[in-house]
C-alpha cells in the first residue's frame, strides 16, 4: 500500500509560481509512473502532467512550458514547479501513482487558488 500526501498549495497572484510536493510512503514509488491531475469545481479531473519511472515526461496543453514535473526516487517524492499562474489553474491538484495504465493510489489533494 502507498500513500501519497500533497503539500504546496495556496493563493498566489496571476503570474505567480508555487511549488507542488508529493511525497509517499509505505514503499518505493520508483517503479511507477506519477502524474498530477486537477480538478475545478464543477470540472471533470483533468491530467496536467505525468512521469515515467524511467523520468519521461507528457504535459497537458494547457500546461506546457509554464509547469514542470520532476521525481527524486531516493527521497520518493514528486514534485510541480508551476510558473506563469493563470486564474484558470485554479483547482484542486492531485498526486498519483501506479503501474503502467493504472492510477492506483492518489493523495487528498492540494488546493491551488489564483486571483486575478
Known amino acids: 500500500q502507498v500513500q501519497l500526501v500533497e503539500s504546496g498549495g495556496g493563493l498566489v497572484q496571476a503570474g505567480g509560481s508555487l511549488r507542488l510536493s508529493c511525497a509517499a510512503s509505505?514503499?518505493?514509488?520508483?517503479?511507477?509512473?506519477m502524474a498530477w491531475f486537477r480538478q475545478a469545481p464543477e470540472k471533470e479531473r483533468e491530467l496536467v502532467a505525468r512521469?515515467?519511472?524511467?523520468?519521461?515526461?507528457y504535459y497537458a496543453d494547457f500546461v506546457k512550458r509554464r509547469f514542470t514535473i520532476s521525481r527524486d526516487n531516493a527521497k520518493n517524492t514528486m514534485s510541480l514547479q508551476m510558473n506563469s499562474l493563470k486564474p484558470e489553474d485554479t483547482a484542486v491538484y492531485y498526486c498519483?501513482?501506479?503501474?503502467?495504465?493504472?492510477?492506483?493510489?492518489w493523495g487528498q489533494g492540494t488546493q491551488v487558488t489564483v486571483s486575478s
Open positions: 498519483t501513482a501506479g503501474p503502467v495504465g493504472q492510477w492506483r493510489y
Open positions: 509505505g514503499r518505493t514509488i520508483s517503479t511507477y509512473h
Open positions: 512521469i515515467t519511472s524511467g523520468g519521461s515526461t
